[in-house]
């Protein structure tokens, strides 16, 4: 398992991560970043991945250009 933690709060609306994967990442009515089945947790959202999850995911994180994006393995 693994955990994705987005920091929505800083998404500069790029689009680039629901370029990439688009079956997990959507832009919201405000044009912000939604990884899909998140929750929000304090200043950020999070999920829990599946290991098989973890490539695509690590792609997306790779791409946003504010680096918000990160993939937590344990
Ligand atoms: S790649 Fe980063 S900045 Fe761009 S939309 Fe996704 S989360 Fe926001």
Redesign the pocket.
Known sequence: MAKVV?LKKD????????AIAPQY?E?DAEG??QLKESLPVENHWEKEIPEQEIPVQEE?AN????Q??HVKKK
């Open positions: 987005h998404c500069i609306s790029c689009g680039a991560c629901a990442w832009l912000l970043a997306a791409v946003c250009p504010v918000i994006i």
